[in-house]
């Protein structure tokens, strides 16, 4: 089969993980794959573009700021080009697929990669899905039960449901510089790690994490937290005034699987979430989540099993759940990461290509 996948950019996120994921997946089940990309920032193809594999064709159509009429007729050519069965767009990409869905010959899809309200983004963007969905041009693929009944509501139709994946090696080993540089944020040899991996952003909340582990890190408990993502001065400037002394800013890693292996938790305090690659990751190397209530986390996440769930989105919420969380014996630790790993068997990106495939077939 041949297929093309389209995202706006490769920065560093779950919707560009997954895609890259995926995309490599396809590949190595022997599919002909090409991804193509709107626009690569500052000359340079993404944070992801040397985890793509060579047997996946990369191609940038040199997006202009802003909107950019000509792109819709770029994606056209392509797509004639290349000739795929089908296409699947991720993200902002469908606010430009409208002139290929209408003038080629292809099966389109769209991956809707949070809930359905937040990623339609605005009028036109909500516009533009529901007249591709209801009438049956493109056929969506939601991530989650979640994720599927917030569609379901926002657009009043269902559509096919499959779960994101994330493959993580049975080997993986944490570096010595990663155990290192861990240690040298412990203040005791016993302090408990926490990872919050996420994009420095008002959803994300790293300023709640940072203000809730100030308070708690002042009532007493021994751990210590390590901020991983994309950086915002603003979202920054809120975890410094939180003055937290054992919350770390390292900004984007490569190799987030370590850290999550290295760690006791992974923290994700979002306002909203689709279904989080990050939260896979930690299932996968067995990290304890301790999470809000949101998205496809409440499909995954038991509260006081597989890890613990928040009652709300809101800080005080979110400081009860982390406090139960770090009133956790080193043994009980032990337990609960053993089930939590257990719970990652059905997100492996091989089963999640596979689905995929599968529903391209029928």
Do not use: W
């Not at 301790?290 to 005080?316: A, M, Q, R, W, Y």
């Amino acid at each position: 089969m041949r297929i093309l996948n389209v995202i706006p950019q490769l920065v560093s996120g779950g919707g560009e993980r997954f895609t890259i994921d995926l995309c490599n997946a396809m590949a190595e089940q022997g599919h002909e794959v090409m991804l193509v990309v709107f626009f690569a920032p500052e000359g340079q193809l993404g944070f992801y573009k040397d985890d793509l594999s060579d047997k996946v064709k990369l191609v940038s159509l040199d997006k202009k700021m802003g909107f950019d009429l000509s792109l819709g007729f770029k994606l056209r050519k392509t797509i004639r080009d290349f000739a795929p069965d089908v296409v699947n767009s991720h993200l902002r990409a469908m606010l430009y697929m409208p002139i290929p869905v209408l003038t080629t010959k292809a099966k389109f899809f769209h991956t809707v990669h949070n809930t359905a309200e937040v990623e339609a983004a605005n009028f036109i963007g909500g516009a533009i899905r529901k007249f591709m969905f209801k009438t049956g041009k493109v056929t969506p693929i939601t991530i989650s039960p979640e994720s599927l009944a917030s569609f379901e509501n926002f657009y009043g139709q269902t559509a096919p449901m499959i779960f994101n994946g994330r493959d993580v090696p049975e080997d993986l080993e944490v570096s010595e510089s990663v155990k290192n540089e861990i240690d040298s944020y412990k203040s005791t040899p016993n302090s408990k790690v926490i990872v919050h991996i996420a994009r420095f952003t008002d959803v994300k909340r790293q300023d709640l994490m940072a203000r809730v582990s100030k308070r708690l890190h002042d009532e007493g408990f021994d751990f210590t937290v390590m901020l991983i993502g994309k950086l915002s001065d603003e979202i920054v400037k809120g975890v410094e005034d939180a003055n937290c002394p054992i919350c770390h800013v390292l900004g984007e890693r490569h190799n987030p699987l370590e850290y999550l292996k290295a760690s006791d938790f992974f923290c994700l305090c979002s306002t909203y979430e689709g279904m989080p690659i990050t939260l896979i990751e930690a299932l996968g190397t067995g990290a304890i989540p301790v999470c809000t209530p949101v998205g496809g986390i409440v499909n995954v996440v038991k509260d006081g099993d597989t890890g613990f769930l928040s009652t709300d989105i809101s800080e005080e919420a979110y400081y009860n759940a982390l406090k139960r969380a770090l009133q956790m014996s080193g043994n009980d630790i032990s337990v609960m990461k053993t089930k939590v790993k257990e719970t990652y068997k059905p997100f492996t990106m091989r089963e999640c290509a596979k689905n995929y495939i599968d529903l391209y077939n029928k």
